[in-house]
C-alpha cells in the first residue's frame, strides 16, 4: 500500500525540517560548485622566493632559527593572511583590547625594534654574518607573521601588507595546530594557510561554526586555554647558530617557572590570569584559596606599566608604541583608543602590585656592633611563575630602605632611585640577571647575541615562596629616636641603557627616564633600645 502524504505536509513541523534540509543541502552544493578548488598556498623558497636567504642549511626549516612551523614546511603566502582589522569588522571588543595590549605592537614596540637592529647589525655576532638571518629568532615571537611569510631576510622577497603591522596578531594563535613550550624561541605549527579559504565573510556567516573550529574555538582545539600555547614564545633558548661561542643559552623560563609552581598542579593556565577580565581580582582569589570563575579580555594584561601609560605625552607615547594604533579610525577613534589603553594600564599595575607581599622584622643586634638590624620578607604571593620573570637582564626588582629619625632627618638611605641618571643606588638589594659579553664586561642594551655569561644577583623569587634579607643600618652615634624605617619593593621594566639602542640606530633621541612602579611599601618604627650607639660604615643585604 502506497503512503499518500498529506496535501498540507510542509506546513507540519517535521515537514519544515525536512525542507530546511533540502535546502541546506542544496546550499552547500552550490557553495562546493561556486568555490575554487583548493589550491597549495604554501610558498617553496627555492621556487617561489629566489632571494629568500637560508644560510643554515637544508637540514633546518626556512625559519630556522626560530621554531615556527606550518604542517607543510613550506612559507605561509603572505597574501593568505587574515588581518586583525578584519576580525574587528565582527569581533570589535577583542580587537580593541588586543589593540591596546602588547601583542599588538610586538614589532613596532621602538624599544624592542631597535634592540632587535642593535643585535642584527651591531653586536659583534650579527656583524660577523648573516645577523637578519639570526634575527629570526627574535621576531618568531615578535614578527611572527614576518618570518612566516620570509619577511625576515636581507633582501626584499615578499610585499609589504597591512598585517605585517600588526605583531601577534589574531590569527597567530588562532591557527595553531601544536606548541612545543620546552623548546621555546616560537615553537608553534601554525596553518594559516590552511584555513584561507573559509574566511570569506560570506562563508563565514552561512557556518559561523565552521568558522569557530577553524580558528580554534577552545572547545575544538583545548591548546588555546593551555599554558603550552604561551609558553611556545614565554620560553627564550639562545641558539649557537646564533653565537658559536657558547651552548644554548636560556635566557628566559616563565613556562618552566609555571610548570613547577604550585599553580600548574591545580590546573591554574596562564590564560586564566592573564586574559581574565579582571586579572588582580582573580589572583587575589586565587590567594584567598577560591576557584573564581574564568573570563575571558584579549588585553593580554602583563608587566608593561610604561607602554601603557596614558600620562605619558601623547607624542611620547605613540612614538614608542610604533604609531598609531591598529585600526585608529576604521575601527574607533583616538578618544576610544585612550580609554581602553587606559583601562589596560589600570589593570597592568595592579596585577603587578597584586604579586607580592612585604613583611619587615627587627632582628637582635650582634654583639659584635650593635647596629639596628631588620629582616625584609620579599613574598612572591600571587605570581603562578617567578617574580621577577622574563628577560631578567632588563626586568627587575629592589629594596629601597629609607630611616628618618625623630626631627624627619634622613639618617640612612639605600637603594634611593636617581631620578636625574635614571638609576637606583648601586648598594641596593636586586633581584636581577646581569649578562657579561665574551670581554666579561656588562651588558646592559639587551644584546643577547653577545651573552656570553649570566650571573643573578639575587635570583628570582618562585611562586609562593619568600626571600629574606637580612639588613644592617649604619645609623650615626649621635641619631635622635625614635626612628622610622619605610621599606619599598620596586619593580622596573627596563634600565636606562636599552634607550641608546634607539639613537645608535638613528632613531632619535628619547629624552625620557624610565620610571620605576612601586609595589610594595612598609614602614616599621625602631624601638630606641634598638638604636645603638655604633654607627658609619654601609649596610649590606644578605640572604638567610
Not at 624592542?112 to 656583524?127: F, H, I, P
Not at 611620547?316 to 594600564?345: H, V
Not at 621594566?493 to 612598609?522: F, R, S, T, W, Y
Request: charged share 20%; net charge neutral.
Amino acid at each position: 500500500m502506497r503512503m499518500k502524504f498529506p496535501t498540507h505536509f510542509f506546513a507540519l513541523p517535521l515537514g519544515r525540517f525536512l525542507l530546511a534540509l533540502v535546502c541546506a543541502l542544496l546550499l552547500a552544493l552550490a557553495l562546493g560548485w561556486l568555490l575554487p578548488p583548493p589550491v597549495d598556498l604554501g610558498v617553496t623558497p627555492e621556487k617561489d622566493l629566489p632571494l629568500y636567504s637560508n644560510p643554515f642549511g637544508k637540514v633546518h626549516s626556512p625559519f630556522y632559527p626560530a621554531e615556527l612551523s606550518t604542517p607543510d614546511g613550506k612559507l605561509v603566502n603572505w597574501r593568505a593572511v587574515q588581518g586583525a582589522l578584519n576580525c574587528g569588522e565582527c569581533h570589535l571588543k577583542e580587537t580593541l583590547e588586543w589593540a591596546t595590549s602588547m601583542h599588538a605592537i610586538s614589532d613596532l614596540d621602538l624599544v624592542y625594534d631597535s634592540t632587535v637592529q642593535e643585535n642584527t647589525l651591531a653586536s659583534r655576532a650579527g656583524k660577523a654574518g648573516h645577523g637578519m638571518e639570526k634575527g629570526r629568532w627574535c621576531e618568531s615571537c615578535h614578527n611572527p607573521l614576518g618570518v612566516l611569510t620570509g619577511a625576515v631576510t636581507p633582501a626584499n622577497s615578499v610585499q609589504e601588507i597591512e598585517t605585517m603591522e600588526e605583531g601577534t596578531a589574531c590569527v597567530v594563535c588562532h591557527a595553531v595546530n601544536r606548541a612545543e613550550p620546552l623548546a621555546g624561541n616560537g615553537a608553534l605549527e601554525i596553518d594559516i594557510n590552511g584555513i584561507f579559504r573559509y574566511s570569506h565573510p560570506a562563508l563565514i556567516a552561512a557556518a559561523p561554526s565552521r568558522h569557530a573550529r577553524d580558528m580554534r574555538a577552545r572547545r575544538s582545539q583545548p591548546l588555546m586555554s593551555d599554558s603550552a600555547l604561551c609558553g611556545a614564545c614565554h620560553t627564550e633558548i639562545r641558539p649557537t647558530s646564533v653565537n658559536a661561542m657558547t651552548p644554548p643559552l636560556n635566557l628566559q623560563d616563565t613556562y618552566s617557572e609555571w610548570r613547577q609552581s604550585p599553580y600548574a598542579k591545580a590546573g591554574i593556565q596562564c590564560q586564566d590570569c592573564h586574559m581574565a577580565a579582571d586579572p588582580a581580582g582573580f589572583v587575589a582569589a586565587l590567594k584567598r584559596g577560591e576557584r573564581p570563575k574564568k573570563t575571558v579580555s584579549h588585553r593580554f594584561v602583563g608587566n608593561n606599566y610604561l607602554l601603557s601609560n596614558t600620562g605619558l605625552p601623547a607624542n611620547l607615547l605613540s612614538a614608542l608604541r610604533g604609531g598609531s594604533p591598529p585600526g585608529l579610525n576604521r575601527l574607533y577613534d583616538r578618544a576610544t583608543f585612550k580609554k581602553e589603553l587606559g583601562r589596560t594600564n589600570e589593570a597592568v599595575v595592579a596585577l603587578l602590585r597584586e604579586a607580592a607581599e612585604l613583611q619587615v622584622d627587627a632582628v637582635p643586634s650582634t654583639p659584635r656592633d650593635g647596629a639596628p638590624r631588620l629582616r625584609v620578607l620579599v613574598t612572591n604571593a600571587g605570581a603562578g611563575h617567578a617574580l621577577p620573570t622574563g628577560p631578567l637582564d632588563q626586568r627587575y626588582l629592589w629594596l629601597e630602605i629609607e630611616a628618618k629619625d625623630a626631627m624627619g632627618n634622613t639618617v640612612f638611605h639605600q637603594g634611593k632611585f636617581d631620578e636625574k641618571k635614571g638609576e637606583e643606588d648601586p648598594n641596593a638589594v636586586r633581584w636581577m640577571k646581569e649578562v657579561y659579553d665574551t670581554s666579561g664586561r656588562p651588558e646592559r642594551r639587551h644584546l643577547l647575541f653577545d651573552a656570553y655569561t649570566l650571573y643573578y644577583t639575587r635570583k628570582p623569587i618562585s611562586p609562593r615562596q619568600t626571600d629574606t634579607v637580612d639588613v644592617r643600618l649604619a645609623l650615626p652615634p649621635d641619631v635622635r629616636g625614635p626612628v622610622t624605617v619605610d621599606v619599598r619593593l620596586w619593580y622596573r621594566i627596563a634600565v636606562q641603557d636599552i634607550l641608546q639602542n634607539i639613537e645608535n640606530q638613528g632613531m632619535g633621541k628619547v629624552d625620557v627616564i624610565i620610571p620605576p612602579l612601586l609595589l610594595k611599601e612598609v614602614r616599621h618604627e625602631l624601638a630606641p633600645r634598638a638604636l645603638s650607639v655604633h654607627g658609619g660604615g654601609n649596610a649590606r643585604g644578605e640572604k638567610s
